[in-house]
């Protein structure tokens, strides 16, 4: 069974920082899949922030995170990451990371397998 579980959220002031984790389970982390990053602030819809792809370890980034945000995986722990800079009071939101095999969907409603998710609030 595929799981995933974040980590990483908290409060942090404008212009910081935070680095969320997702730990992943149930499929071979050097095998060929996606892992999604996708974020829901109160009262909007869900909106793609990036997509890692394993096949080739590129990142799709959304317009909102390009360059402010990076992945980057740990494949020792089944980990991927996603760095958050230059933190604005809009990018509050629930995180969530989700697989998909094998590559990157446009459809974000689409991702295999979700996790739980993980508090982001940035404080003016």
């Known amino acids: 069974e595929v799981e995933l579980v974040e980590s990483g959220g908290g409060l942090v002031k404008e212009g910081g920082s935070l680095r969320l984790s997702c730990t992943v389970s149930?499929?071979?982390?050097?095998?060929?899949?996606?892992i999604g990053w996708v974020r829901q602030a109160p009262g909007k819809a869900r909106e793609a922030v990036a997509c890692?792809?394993?096949?080739?370890?590129?990142?799709r980034y959304g317009y909102a995170a390009k360059g402010r945000f990076t992945t980057s995986r740990a494949n020792a722990k089944n980990t991927v990451y996603l760095q958050m800079n230059n933190l604005q009071v809009e990018d509050t939101a629930v995180y969530y990371c989700?697989?998909?095999?094998?590559?990157?969907?446009?459809?974000?409603?689409?991702?295999?397998?979700w996790g739980r998710g993980t508090q982001v609030t940035v404080a003016s």
């Open positions: 989700a697989a998909n095999f094998p590559y990157c969907n446009s459809d974000i409603l689409k991702y295999h397998t």
């Open positions: 149930g499929f071979t982390f050097s095998s060929t899949y996606a």
């Open positions: 890692f792809s394993s096949s080739d370890g590129s990142t």
